[in-house]
């Protein structure tokens, strides 16, 4: 059974810098890691995707509205994903989940993912 636990989330004034880790469990089973963000009463907008470099091709997509200023990374060694997120806007406030699948294919669709962690809330205010 996998499990996924993020941290690193924190209340930060526009502009600033989070890096958010995603530590998972098997990791190595794993072939698409994702982030994903939520404010409330919407529903999960996916952020990046990273298929994973030991079982897969180590590839990463974003969604346009974050391209630029987010960066999915993995490191393998301690099992982990990270979102570095930068020039943090007003909008980027919410909770950030992390999501895994094992399956070579990745997706931005949140439905193709059945791993997910608690979340780590995200404040950007000043």
């Known amino acids: 059974q996998v499990q996924l636990v993020e941290s690193g989330g924190d209340s930060v004034e526009p502009g600033g810098s989070l890096r958010l880790s995603c530590v998972a469990s098997n990791y190595r089973n794993l072939r698409c890691m994702a982030w994903f963000r939520q404010v409330p009463g919407a529903e999960r907008e996916a952020v990046a995707y990273?298929?994973?470099?030991?079982?897969?091709?180590?590839?990463?997509y974003y969604t346009d509205s974050f391209k630029g200023r987010f960066t999915i990374s993995e490191d393998n060694a301690r099992n982990t994903v990270y979102l570095q997120m930068d020039n943090l806007e007003y909008g980027d406030t919410g909770m950030y989940y992390c999501?895994?699948?094992?399956?070579?294919?990745?997706?931005?669709?949140?439905?193709?993912?059945?791993?997910w962690g608690q979340g780590t809330p995200v404040t950007v205010s000043s």
């Open positions: 999501a895994a699948a094992t399956t070579v294919a990745c997706s931005l669709d949140a439905r193709f993912f059945g791993i």
């Open positions: 990273l298929r994973t470099t030991r079982t897969n091709d180590g590839s990463t």
